[in-house]
């Protein structure tokens, strides 16, 4: 079945650092790939997303790939924010076409 | 627009008593998944809706949950009777789904739970 693996936290930045959470997935034929972030006490909010190979999505200076050769979709950002403290979920839908499969969660804060 | 509204947001009980949550998905939105958060299992999906009907209610626990979807604008779950181990954030879910690829969901703030 569908899997994600992403790497485990906690992960402590310094503000301005740079940003790298690993995620790698099990799926069979062409998944959509999603990043979904999680602030303290709220909801889970679509951070980006990509739905073929090579698709780059970004938002809010996040990006992430579509490496389908490498079966990733690893998540960047150049320069943190305090106010990017939160959790991040790695997450695809498969073959199903409706079921999100989730990683585990990576919980990043970022101190001043 | 609106998103997933929840209601409510937090629930305290007793073990043993019933306990309804409620969801008004995205409208336009045709499908609705409940999911639940804990610490110990992570997400996990309970239930899918497509177009008002449940296509996989493989992840519901046991026979005291249940879900209904009576209209494109309200969905529930219901737990009945409680246990304390049902402690969690339950969410609600929206999408379009359709034309046979995935479409990215969108998650309602959740019900936090207790049960005593």
């Known amino acids: 079945g569908d899997s994600v693996t992403q790497m485990e936290g906690p992960v402590t930045l310094s503000e301005e650092a740079f940003l790298t959470i690993n995620c790698t997935y099990t799926?069979?034929?062409?998944?959509?790939l999603f990043w979904y972030v999680q602030y303290p006490g709220e909801g889970l909010q679509l951070l980006l997303k990509?739905?073929?190979?090579?698709d780059k999505g970004s938002n809010k200076g996040f990006e992430a790939t579509y490496r389908k050769e490498t079966t990733s979709f690893h998540l960047e950002k150049g320069s943190v924010q305090v106010s990017d403290s939160a959790v991040y979920f790695c997450?695809?839908?498969?073959?199903?076409?409706?079921?999100?499969?989730f990683g585990k969660g990576t919980l990043l804060t970022v101190n001043p | 627009d609106a998103g997933v509204i929840q209601s409510p947001r937090h629930e305290v009980t007793e073990m043993g008593q019933e306990v309804t949550l409620r969801c008004k998905p995205i409208?336009?939105?045709?499908?609705l998944f409940w999911y639940r958060q804990t610490m110990m299992r992570g997400l996990e999906l309970l239930i899918y809706f497509n177009n008002n009907v449940p296509i996989d209610d493989s992840g519901m626990p046991e026979d005291r949950f249940s879900a209904k979807m009576p209209n494109a604008s309200f969905s529930t779950l219901k737990i009945q009777p409680s246990e304390p181990r049902d402690s969690a954030v339950y969410f609600c879910a929206s999408s379009r789904t359709g034309g046979g690829r995935g479409y990215e969901q969108y998650f309602g703030p959740g019900t936090r739970l207790t049960v005593t």
């Open positions: 409208s336009g939105h045709n499908s």
């Open positions: 990509a739905t073929k190979a090579d």
């Open positions: 997450a695809l839908i498969g073959g199903s076409n409706y079921k999100l499969t």
């Open positions: 799926a069979t034929g062409y998944p959509s």
